[in-house]
């Protein structure tokens, strides 16, 4: 079907898992979309597949024939592979005769940054607009959670489109609203998208929205091994407690699919749970180690995020790992547990990851706010994570709990210091210390569940031991530290018995 004059509201590049599934969703929306894909012939099957849609699809075999096939001003959705091929598209774009107030809409998973430098180095030539899209295939075709970033006034321009085929919530109980079917979206309820802020704003936070969801997925994780391994439970036992945890605090898409994928049998053996026949060997995209590596950059102590990127690293040295079972001496296996104290276990798995769960997320927020110190954003976590409670991975009913904790206090330090989380910590920290202690006693490695706890202690304990490093840093390199008697900012050296110290810089 060639595009015969400028009839589409909007465009769409890239018709890969992404792209083909969010432009159905828009034109399910009664949006007419005009789409296009490098390689025509994909671009071609895709409109063969979808011959009849609520908004019309007009396949474009050109980039030419794709912009005059859109109403002026453009909106042109780019969801091809991050990295280069955003600045291909873009410098081809232009050259197909893009108008400057045409605007562009990068809907991958771009770096931040990136982004910043997208919108300044086109700015003569076109509006760069960058959004934050979570949810997968499913999101993207029945409702994502969308993180929008740019100029407000292009928002303006994307914001009906991204209002309308969003994730939907329940007005008054947060829940995701269901039943989105092929040419039948959800049409009332919350939409998950508002404006985040300017330049890279969108794509900063859906970084940190991938790397809390690097720690959900790594301490439920840690949660199945320790009642695997620590309580001796089978994977239809498994799934039976994640299914009782999905009805209480720990409600959430993350916790849901566990409990399904921990009664899936192996298609190929089916005597077998799916997940014992699947390599513990972990893949990652780039997202956690981004949010990690900004946490570093930003001195915000992110630890569970980074435990959780290593331990995917750690996951893939299996060959490794299989070496050094056999060399390295560890704790025997648990007994088996029953009765009491099996079921007061299980329990204390439960609280242990809640409370690391919030120590995730204030982690995740924190480094928000210090970004926005950093590039003059001013986010509203309310509704960040108002954003999160549809159509993304992170999804949960714990989320509703974050927005009625900035609602609460828009200048909320940390997440913890909200009476909500206060309280969640201080009744369910016994039981998470006794994981933990079990965890280590008996040989068990739970990165995230130690390092959150880590976390916990480190943000609460008002003396730590930096005083004795400042003085070691002193000592060797007259590194200068403070004194507690002294105002903040004010150095002092000195002179330290051993003569011949060697000036070293660390
Ligand atoms: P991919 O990231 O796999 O990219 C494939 C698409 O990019 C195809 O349409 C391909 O065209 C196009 N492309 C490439 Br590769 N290089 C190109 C170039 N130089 N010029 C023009 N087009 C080019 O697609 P995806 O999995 O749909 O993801 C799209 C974006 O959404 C990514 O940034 C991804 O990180 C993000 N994202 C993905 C998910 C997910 O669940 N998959 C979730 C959330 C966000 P071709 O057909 O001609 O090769």
């Given at each position: 079907m060639a595009a015969q004059q400028a009839s589409a509201t909007v465009g769409l590049i890239g018709l890969a898992v992404m792209g083909k599934n969010l432009a159905l969703n828009i034109a399910d929306h009664g949006f007419d979309i005009a789409v296009y894909n490098r390689t025509t012939a994909v671009m071609q099957e895709f409109m063969a597949e979808n011959p009849s849609t609520p908004g019309k699809l007009v396949g474009c075999s050109t980039l030419e024939e794709f912009i005059a096939a859109i109403k002026k001003p453009r909106v042109i959705i780019i969801l091809v592979k991050a990295g280069p091929a955003i600045d291909a598209v873009v410098e081809q774009l232009v050259a197909a005769g893009l108008d400057k107030n045409d605007i562009v809409i990068d809907?991958?998973?771009?770096?931040?940054?990136?982004?910043?430098?997208?919108?300044?180095?086109?700015?003569?030539?076109?509006?760069?607009?960058?959004?934050?899209?979570?949810?997968?295939?499913?999101?993207?075709?029945?409702?994502?959670?969308?993180?929008?970033?740019?100029?407000?006034a292009s928002w303006q321009h994307l914001k009906p489109i991204w209002e309308a085929i969003a994730a939907k919530v329940d007005a008054k109980t947060g829940k995701p609203l269901a039943g989105a079917e092929p040419g039948h979206p959800i049409t009332g309820g919350v939409p998950c998208t508002s404006y985040i802020g300017p330049n890279g704003a969108g794509h900063y936070v859906k970084m940190v929205?991938?790397?809390?969801?690097?720690?959900?997925?790594?301490?439920?994780g840690e949660a199945y091994d320790l009642l695997r391994r620590l309580v001796g439970m089978e994977p239809q036992e498994l799934s039976d407690i994640f299914t009782q945890w999905n009805a209480g605090d720990l409600d959430s898409y993350l916790i849901e699919i566990t409990a399904d994928i921990l009664r899936q049998r192996d298609p190929v053996k089916p005597r077998k749970y799916l997940v014992d026949s699947i390599l513990d060997a972990a893949g990652q995209?780039?997202?956690?180690?981004?949010?990690?590596?900004?946490?570093?950059?930003?001195?915000?102590?992110?630890?569970?995020?980074?435990?959780?990127?290593?331990?995917?690293?750690?996951?893939?040295?299996?060959d490794e790992r299989v070496i050094a079972a056999k060399k390295l001496s560890g704790p025997k296996p648990p007994a088996r547990k029953a009765g009491k104290a099996r079921k007061d276990l299980i329990e204390a798995v439960r609280q242990a990851l809640y409370c690391s769960k919030i120590c995730a997320y204030a982690q995740g927020f924190e480094l928000m706010r210090e970004a926005q110190k950093e590039y003059q954003w001013q986010l509203d976590f309310g509704s960040i994570a108002g954003?999160?409670?549809?159509?993304?991975?992170?999804?949960?009913?714990?989320?509703?709990?974050?927005?009625?904790?900035?609602?609460?206090?828009?200048?909320?330090?940390?997440?913890?210091?909200?009476?909500?989380?206060?309280?969640?910590?201080?009744?369910?920290?016994?039981?998470?210390?006794?994981?933990?202690?079990?965890?280590?006693?008996n040989g068990l490695p739970s990165p995230a569940f130690m390092s959150a706890l880590a976390y916990y202690d480190g943000y609460r304990t008002a003396v730590l031991p930096a005083n004795l490093l400042q003085a070691q840093r002193d000592y060797f390199g007259a590194h200068t530290y403070e004194r507690v008697d002294q105002p903040r900012g004010k150095f002092f050296h000195v002179d330290w018995p051993l003569p011949n110290r060697p000036q070293l810089d660390v």
């Open positions: 809907a991958g998973n771009s770096l931040w940054t990136d982004t910043i430098r997208r919108e300044k180095q086109y700015a003569d030539r076109l509006k760069f607009f960058g959004s934050g899209v979570s949810g997968g295939e499913l999101g993207a075709r029945f409702g994502p959670s969308l993180m929008p970033g740019g100029d407000p929205h991938n790397g809390i969801e690097y720690v959900d997925m790594q301490l439920i995209k780039g997202t956690g180690k981004w949010t990690a590596a900004n946490a570093l950059d930003m001195g915000i102590p992110a630890n569970s995020i980074a435990e959780a990127v290593f331990a995917r690293c750690m996951s893939a040295l299996k954003i999160w409670r549809g159509g993304c991975i992170i999804r949960a009913r714990f989320l509703q709990k974050i927005t009625d904790a900035y609602t609460r206090n828009k200048g909320l330090v940390n997440l913890m210091l909200d009476p909500y989380f206060n309280k969640q910590l201080r009744a369910g920290q016994k039981p998470w210390r006794r994981v933990v202690s079990l965890a280590a006693e």
